[in-house]
């Protein structure tokens, strides 16, 4: 018996081994990974060959079109170990059928694969799923083929086919069949630099058009802070679906800008709205105000008040605004229902206030190309006195008239009944954010003491005002008191004083007394001063990064560090000024002394709130030369 049961653990024994050498990488995979490594030496992971599939079925009795993407890969570690989690994300405009995993013979791994929603406390995403797994690659040389098919139940939800991976690929193949009885353009955005080719034929048993397309070692995903959006970046496919044949007769999609608006607006038409709930509380709004202007602004920055921003993830989760009276009563809501709600509060009060749709500057497109990839928000548009007024509900404390920078310059689609108004949002200089610092300085001890004076204008403010209205009402004067010390020992403020903080049509400032320590020593006949605390943009360089850096807003900004030289004491040598003016900045700073009175200036100025790739080197250049007079101390001799 005690020897059965020996043969039958060896047995055993054998065959796991004999298994686990089947998935086991073997000396030619060790070596191609090695390979691999020495021209990816930041890579784990490698994706061989990738192929898609993308096909189109037409559902006659519902007259949809669906879309099925079928995607093939071979992932190879060429690290010592690597972990990797692989996804696709779907709603319910789409599904999932196939998700799986097979080792290199092509065997089934058997992993836990996840089923979830998306969601977050900052992000309501009301029907976003994803089905993932986490992916162990034991060692170098390891080898996995992925599967997934993912099936999108109508046409007009697929959008785009990007040709990047979440990581480096070697070579990717992506076949589009389009029958014939589909008629839908593929527009090539981004493939300059690329290797990309392109071949198409007919099938006549399939009475289909193929495109195929074949790409060549193209760089994974950048995983880059405040960078374009995707469609100004990868390569990509804008898949435009514009009509179908059934039965001897064309159905539209999206043929041309109307057919969307037109889509929108049944969606607008099927909504219960029921804005006599709204009618107390816009006559508490309005009954005391000395004019319309102020009728608006209370209605407008009630609800960036009292409406709780709730987002939906960008794309199709979801088109159709909630009711008004919805979000009234929740007391929150995504971007369309914020503004739906604040058009019915002003047509409550007698205005005409309009939907619209804009694509914010994440999005590439505009409305010449009619698909749902174009928008990602929705604002409210103010008709008056042959003017239009953009409100966003969404941009907490920005004022009335000012515009977000993520919306400035962008194509808007506003409602007009059957027709509809296309219009582009205005552009605000950076001058219209203004920040300044004006620091009047003397030395005591081993301190810099005086007045400082802060004011925030535009998008400064916006953003200021958001930060302190986060922390608690109880909390509000130590935050005050923090942000201005920045939590510095070294620093100490006293007596505060602002301008209404609750007031975000006006300029707004704080002045205060400061005592900056250990900033000032002295030896024999000499005093070193390290004037500049702040030192702004002192160490923002950009290494080793690819894509262009987007600022949240356009910036102003101006600081003025004034001291009072000492009795008996001058100042032989002050730093050397810097002038730098290019076509996207503006950096100026400069040393100057009249009387006993120092003057230092600085004042950097981002014109289009972007610094582009292309400007990196000469930005460095001027950085370095910035980050050297923040390092160069100030000294004053006895005469």
């Known amino acids: 018996m005690m020897n ?3 043969l039958l653990i060896l047995i055993s024994l054998f065959n796991i081994t004999w298994a686990q050498k089947k998935i086991d990488p073997t000396p030619e995979h060790i ?5 691999l490594k020495i021209q990816y030496d930041d890579e784990d992971i490698i994706v061989l ?10 559902n006659k009795r519902e007259k949809k079109v669906s879309v099925t993407r079928r995607i093939r890969e071979e992932l190879i570690n060429i690290s010592v170990r690597a972990d990797i989690q692989k996804h696709v994300q779907y709603n319910d405009e789409s599904y999932v059928s196939t998700f799986n995993l097979k080792y290199r013979n092509k065997k089934n791994a058997y992993i836990n694969i996840i089923d979830k929603a998306i969601n977050s406390d900052e992000m309501f995403h009301h029907d976003a799923r994803v089905k993932y797994a986490n992916i162990d690659f034991p060692v170098q040389g390891y080898k996995y083929h992925f599967e997934s098919v993912k099936k999108t139940k109508d046409i007009k939800y697929f959008t785009t086919i990007y040709f990047t991976d979440q990581f480096q690929t070697l070579k990717k193949e992506i076949k589009i069949v389009i029958p014939k009885w589909l008629n839908i353009e593929l527009k090539e955005l981004n493939f300059k630099g690329y290797d990309i080719t392109k071949k198409e034929s007919f099938d006549d048993k399939l009475k289909a058009t193929i495109i195929t397309y074949t790409v060549k070692n193209i760089k994974k995903e950048y995983d880059e802070k405040q960078a374009p959006g995707p469609s100004y970046i990868y390569p990509h496919i804008l898949v435009l679906a514009k009509s179908f044949q059934l039965e001897n007769t064309t159905h539209n999609l999206f043929n041309e800008t109307k057919d969307l608006y037109h889509w929108y607006k049944s969606l607008v038409d099927s909504m219960d709205e029921q804005p006599t709930i709204l009618k107390d509380k816009v006559k508490e709004l309005t009954e005391n105000t000395a004019s319309d202007e102020e009728k608006i602004k209370n209605i407008y920055y009630w609800v960036q008040d009292n409406i709780r921003y709730i987002a939906f993830e960008d794309g199709i989760a979801g088109f159709k605004p909630d009711e008004s009276q919805n979000v009234f009563n929740k007391r929150y809501g995504d971007c369309k229902g914020m503004a739906n709600l604040t058009r019915q509060m002003l047509k409550e009060a007698g205005f005409d206030a309009r939907l619209t749709w804009i694509g914010t500057k994440r999005i590439a497109y505009d409305y010449s190309t009619p698909s749902l990839s174009v928008d990602n928000h929705m604002i409210c548009t103010l008709l008056k006195d042959g003017k239009k007024i953009f409100l966003d509900g969404t941009e907490k404390f920005n004022s009335y008239g000012e515009y977000a920078e993520r919306i400035q310059g962008k194509q808007v689609l506003i409602e007009d009944g059957e027709n509809f108004i ?18 009047n300085a003397k030395i005591k001890d081993d301190a810099l003491i005086g007045n400082v004076t802060k004011t925030y204008d535009g998008e400064s403010r916006a953003s200021f005002l958001y930060r302190y209205s986060s922390y608690k009402n109880d909390k509000k004067e130590d935050a005050l008191n923090y942000f201005l010390t920045n939590d510095d ?3 100490s ?4 004083k602002t301008s209404d903080l609750n007031n975000r049509d006006d300029m707004l400032s704080i002045d205060y007394s400061l005592s900056q320590k250990n900033t000032v020593s002295s030896f024999d006949n000499d005093i070193y001063i390290d004037l500049d605390y702040h030192k702004e943009f002192g160490k923002f360089q950009f290494k080793n990064r690819n894509t262009d850096y987007l600022f949240s807003h356009k910036k102003h900004f101006t600081s003025t560090i004034t001291l009072e030289i000492p009795s008996g004491y001058t100042i032989s040598e002050t730093p050397k000024s810097v002038h730098v003016d290019t076509e996207n900045y503006k950096i100026d700073i400069e040393f100057t002394i009249k009387d006993n009175i120092l003057s230092y200036t600085k004042t950097f100025i981002m014109k289009k709130a972007i610094i582009k790739t292309t400007d990196f080197e000469a930005w460095n250049k001027t950085i370095k030369e910035v980050h050297s007079i923040y390092k160069e101390q100030l000294i004053l001799t006895k005469a």
């Open 489 to 491: 020992k070294n620093l």
């Open 422 to 439: 296309l219009e582009k949002v205005p552009i605000a200089p950076s001058i219209s954010n203004k920040q300044t610092y004006h620091f």
């Open 49 to 58: 060959n990738g192929n898609e599939k993308v096909t189109f079925t037409l």
């Open 493 to 496: 403020v006293s007596n505060i």
């Open 4 to 6: 059965r049961i020996l």
């Open 31 to 35: 070596a191609q990974a090695k390979e």
